[in-house]
């Protein structure tokens, strides 16, 4: 048995089911007397569709240069940079266990999530086809979004602390800044 589409869907049919339940919308009188002196717009301007603005552009976000090889200054352009580059009030890297290896405008109190949420996301990771490596957990009025990086030393995550979740772009985005900052330590 195949399973239909949408584009099979018959469109009269839908339209007829449609005019059934939608609220039908009053008409406007045609002869409406308008007011002395006051210019009547043609129909087919009133009608015309405004124009559609183009969406801005998302800004470009730099990648991540490391040039230090000490590991605080490392994790402190990191932290930097997702402040600087992403939309969030607090940034934050943490290992694996919650311990806070750098951080700016967060409390300890989110920081300490870290590794409770690490080891709990340990057996979704392993269903099949699942990536629990990033997310966004609501934390009271604010949104923390992670990314999760494996090293042979263990796992570190960047979090961010902001108004709402991060875009996928975001996310890739903080990945990669956090696998290049990690790398080598």
Do not use: Y
Request: with cysteine; aromatic share 4%.
């Amino acid at each position: 048995m195949t399973v239909r589409s949408v584009s099979w869907t018959d469109a009269q049919r839908v339209s007829s089911l449609l005019a059934r339940v939608a609220p039908t919308r009053p008409r406007e009188p045609a002869g409406l007397v308008s007011a002395m002196g006051a210019a009547r717009a043609p129909a087919a301007a009133a009608a015309a569709p405004a124009p559609v603005k183009a969406a801005p552009k998302a800004k470009e976000v730099p990648r991540l240069v490391q040039t230090s090889d000490n590991p605080a200054d490392r994790l402190d352009t990191l932290v930097a940079w997702t402040l600087d580059h992403h939309a969030c009030v607090g940034a934050f890297v943490a290992d694996d266990n919650g311990l806070t290896l750098a951080a700016h405008g967060i409390s300890e109190a989110h920081v300490s999530l870290v590794g409770p949420l690490l080891s709990a996301l340990v057996g979704v990771r392993s269903i099949p086809g699942v990536d629990a490596t990033a997310g966004a957990l609501w934390l009271g009025a604010q949104m923390m979004s992670w990314v999760e990086a494996r090293t042979t030393r263990g796992g570190f995550c960047l979090g961010t602390v902001g108004d709402e979740a991060l875009s996928t772009r975001a996310f890739e985005q903080l990945k990669e800044a956090l696998e290049t900052t990690v790398r080598g330590l």
